[in-house]
């Protein structure tokens, strides 16, 4: 799949700049950052959907009660 995107000679000159300093070509460095964002961006609504869960039942488990619960040591 191609995608074209329009940009401005500054906006040129400045993820030419960015690929240079990152040793790669403008598309790479493109196509890299726009699915980190999508990564960070689902981290975050999972890290906000967990959190939401917590809210609704704060109990908490430490790593101890954890390993003992897996390792059945209660």
Partial sequence: M???IELTGEEERLAESYAK???T??????KRNFFELIE???DAAV???AYRD???NPKTYSHEEVWNA???DE
């Fill in 25 to 30: 070509s403008v598309e790479e460095a493109m």
């Fill in 70 to 72: 897996l390792l059945g």
């Fill in 47 to 49: 890290a906000d959907a």
């Fill in 54 to 56: 917590y809210l609704v």
């Fill in 40 to 42: 960070d961006e689902y």
């Fill in 21 to 23: 300093i990152h040793g």
């Fill in 2 to 4: 191609a995608v074209v």
